[in-house]
C-alpha cells in the first residue's frame, strides 16, 4: 500500500424500522467521511445513502443497517434490509415523476460509479444487501 493511501475502515450502523433511521444515517455519514478527510464526497454519498436506507425502511417490515466502507480509493455504501427479494430495476431519471417515491434507484445510478445488490442468509435469515461506489476525484 503506497505510503500516502490511508488505511482502509468499515462502519456498521444497525438501524430500527423507522423513517427517522434515515436522517441519522445520513448524518452519521457525514460525520464518518468528515472524521476521515473525505468532505469532497459528502454530498452525493449523503444522497446516495439517504436513497438506500429509505428503500430498506420504506418496503420492508425488518431492521436495516448501514454499512461504509473505504478502500483503495473506494467509498462504498450499503444498505441492509430482511426482505430476500431483489430491489425494482430503476428506470431513467429523465422519465420518472417528480414525485418523491420512484427515483432512488435510478438516482444512485445516476450518482454512483458502480451499483448492485446481493441476496443474503445468515444464521436462517434472509435479507439483501444494496450497494454503489464512489471513487475518490
Do not use: F
Not at 444522497?47 to 428503500?55: D, I, M, Q
Not at 418496503?59 to 466502507?69: D, E
Not at 426482505?83 to 414525485?99: I, Q, S, Y
Not at 445488490?117 to 444487501?129: A, N, S
Request: proline letters at 9%.
Amino acid at each position: 500500500m503506497p505510503e500516502n493511501e490511508p488505511e482502509p475502515w468499515e462502519y456498521w450502523l444497525y438501524l430500527p424500522n423507522d423513517l427517522r433511521a434515515v436522517t441519522i444515517s445520513r448524518r452519521t455519514l457525514r460525520l464518518i467521511l468528515t472524521m476521515h478527510g473525505l468532505i469532497g464526497l459528502v454530498d452525493v454519498a449523503e444522497l446516495l445513502a439517504t436513497e438506500l436506507v429509505s428503500n430498506a425502511v420504506r418496503h420492508t417490515k425488518g431492521p436495516a443497517a448501514l454499512r461504509v466502507r473505504w478502500s483503495a480509493g473506494v467509498l462504498r455504501i450499503g444498505a441492509w434490509d430482511t426482505d430476500p427479494e431483489p430491489p425494482e430495476p430503476p428506470g431513467p431519471l429523465e422519465g420518472l415523476p417528480d414525485a418523491e417515491d420512484g427515483r432512488g434507484l435510478a438516482l444512485v445510478r445516476a450518482c454512483a460509479d458502480l451499483w448492485g445488490w446481493q441476496p443474503l442468509t445468515r444464521h436462517g435469515d434472509r435479507g439483501k444487501y444494496v450497494w454503489c461506489e464512489l471513487a475518490a476525484a
